[in-house]
């Protein structure tokens, strides 16, 4: 069976109409995924400090580390999404943890702005202007691959499932 996009639930974070919720409320129903988020995001930032000491770079070079953190961690995300979305629906602390949290602090496209910055103002600028548009290209089709390899992987344990 072929992985459907458009088969995705809507997300569950986001309501169709704005809630009457203040912000007391909002804090106060959501303050136990903060430490959630923290620990999930500490995680994700040490992951990518390593790879940024196994691929270091000059501001005259590419940053591989960077590419590598943004673009794997767009590919999770996408995975994550497809699993959260619709198998892992119920539980509260799998998306702040590993999304927010640990991918959110594991790609770092603030960086990768950095980076691009070094690269124009070291003379680079067509590598600069490369590394801009192919990081966005490759993270948005790993995202799209993450998504759909997810679908798949779902739609085959239910075909399993029902085989049974």
Known sequence: MEADLHRLPL????TAAPSAATLRELVAD??????VIAVGGALGSLARWGLSEAFPHGPDELAWGTVIA?????????LLMAFVLDVWS???Y???FLGVGVLGGFTTFSTYELDARGLFATGRPGLALAYLGGSVLAALLAVLIGVVAGRAA???RRDRELTR
């Open 70 to 78: 943004n673009v794997a961690g767009s590919l999770l995300l996408g």
């Open 30 to 35: 959501n303050a136990d995924l903060l430490p």
């Open 11 to 14: 997300d569950s974070d986001v």
């Open 154 to 156: 779902i739609d085959r």
């Open 94 to 96: 799998v998306r702040p």
């Open 90 to 92: 119920e539980r509260r």
